[in-house]
């Protein structure tokens, strides 16, 4: 996956638990929490849903990585073994 | 048409999920009502035949009026969708904001055939009377099911002409049902408040370890932990548990936790998760899961408005450090949590980093007082000592 595509589905599994919201409009290094008021509940079915859809391990101590696009990207990326250009 | 809180005063039939000559089984979901707070499934209480339905979709009527007739086996025909006068159904018993006078509306002469006849107030009977209202038809919401005064007013109030809204949830419309909820309690309930500070370690330390052994479909939030520990502390505290009507106070012999969730954009509703004393902590995240999806989607169902027996709300990481809580009526003790937070506190005579939460309690002082309050705050702060047993 490309780190355009990786960054595609961190937008649109954040766009499913919060709908009424648009997390393509956030800054990269924003906190998705505040940005999008995404609760402990939301964080949770965005993990559920990129580990289920990527495949990757993610243990509850790296959820703090996922808080902004640029980070989850990042930390997605390194875990499917993408060379991420910077 | 069932009152799925203190503060629903009409409801919008949307559809009907079962058609005349269907058998129906106590807890059926028979159709779907529009309130303030999205679209709520209705359940019904009766198992039998549905006889007949008496509202059709679109129409806006008040709380009491009857939907539908459904036969029981070896019984006249009872009215659906509302509570049986012997099962606690305490959010019928509160009586709402009295409508203002108006002329009596063809609704309230709908006669139906509910099984005994039931005992009607005097007060009811007089306004009753005044209005041109039959009140021996009406659903009675007081003592034994008898008729009140509340009850004649609400089957007085003319149906408002008003076509059907769009299912889901309408911020503005709940807004209003949380004004008037708010108000209430503020008006009539004497709350006292109580607040603790409780070292979280073992909980969180616990709860860090049962989940990263876990795959992320099967975590544990923190919320559930907090929830179990609550029912279990009540146990010990009936006095918390359970809802004031007009003739006192009414403790419940099941724990059902109203878990306050928090609508993007505004709004808050608290559905019942039911029997959560009862329940695994998995079985009650599964169970939070599912209510915070519908929640947010707008689609409840009817019981999960009117049986909450106390109200436990969480702020979440990023909350503040505590809150107090607005009861909300009839219950009667709401808990709240604050956000974790690591703060110095002192173990074993020394100064120490701890993650400590604020645990408070509101309660009615009609009901209890502080000092048992203050017994509950420990309670709780006791079970979060041993998350293992929770």
Do not use: C
Not at chain 2, 152 to 165: F, I, L, N, Q, T
Request: proline share 10%; glycine share 8%; no cysteine.
């Amino acid at each position: 996956m490309t780190e355009d595509e990786i960054r595609r589905v961190v937008i649109e599994e954040l766009s499913n638990v919060a709908p009424e919201t648009d997390p393509a409009s956030i800054a990269p290094d924003e906190d998705v929490r505040e940005a999008l008021d995404i609760d402990s509940m939301d964080v949770l079915n965005y993990v559920i849903a990129l580990h289920t859809r990527l495949h990757v391990d993610i243990p509850e101590i790296d959820y703090p990585k996922l808080l902004t696009i640029a980070g989850a990207t990042a930390y997605l990326g390194h875990k499917l073994g993408s060379a991420i250009a910077q | 048409m069932p009152s799925l809180g203190a503060d629903m005063e009409t409801g919008t039939l949307v559809e009907w999920l079962k058609n005349p000559g269907e058998p129906v089984h106590r807890g059926d979901v028979i159709a779907v009502v529009e309130t303030q707070k999205g679209a709520i499934e209705i359940e019904v209480f009766e198992t039998g035949v549905l006889d007949r339905v008496l509202l059709t979709p679109g129409v806006k009527v008040p709380v009491g009026t009857p939907m539908a007739l459904i036969s029981t086996p070896g019984g006249p025909p009872a009215t659906a969708a509302a509570p049986p006068p012997a099962a606690p159904a305490p959010a019928l018993v509160q009586p709402l904001r009295p409508s203002p006078p108006v002329a009596p509306a063809p609704i309230a002469r709908v006669g139906v055939a509910a099984g005994p006849r039931p005992h009607v107030s005097p007060a009811a009977r007089k306004l009753a009377e005044a209005r041109g209202v039959s009140a021996a038809a009406l659903t009675g919401t007081g003592p034994g099911g008898a008729v009140v005064r509340a009850d004649v007013e609400r089957a007085a109030a003319p149906p408002p002409a008003e076509g059907p809204k769009r299912a889901g949830l309408d911020l503005g419309e709940m807004r209003k049902a949380i004004a008037a909820a708010m108000a209430r309690s503020k008006r009539e309930i004497p709350h006292y408040y109580l607040s603790q500070p409780v070292d979280m370690s073992a909980t969180l330390d616990w709860l860090k370890a049962v989940n990263a052994a876990r795959q992320p479909p099967e975590r544990l939030l923190l919320a559930v932990v907090l929830l179990k520990a609550v029912a279990l502390a009540l146990e010990d505290f009936p006095e918390f548990n359970g809802f004031y009507r007009d003739d006192g106070f009414h403790p419940s012999e099941t724990i059902h936790p109203g878990t306050a969730i928090a609508i993007r954009g505004g709004g808050l509703v608290a559905p019942a998760i039911h029997d959560a004393d009862e329940k695994t902590l998995d079985e009650l995240m599964a169970a939070l899961h599912d209510l915070v999806a519908r929640t947010r989607a707008g689609r409840l169902r009817s019981s999960e408005l009117f049986d909450p027996t106390i109200t436990v709300t969480s702020l979440g990481e990023r909350g503040a450090e505590s809150v107090l809580g607005v009861i909300y009526p009839p219950q009667v003790a709401i808990v709240g949590f604050g956000a974790p937070a690591l703060r110095p506190w002192v173990a074993g005579g020394r100064i120490e980093a701890r993650p400590l939460m604020t645990v408070t309690l509101a309660g009615d002082h009609r009901v209890s007082d502080g000092h048992r309050g203050a017994l509950f705050l420990l309670e709780i702060e006791r079970r979060l000592q041993h998350p293992e047993d929770l």
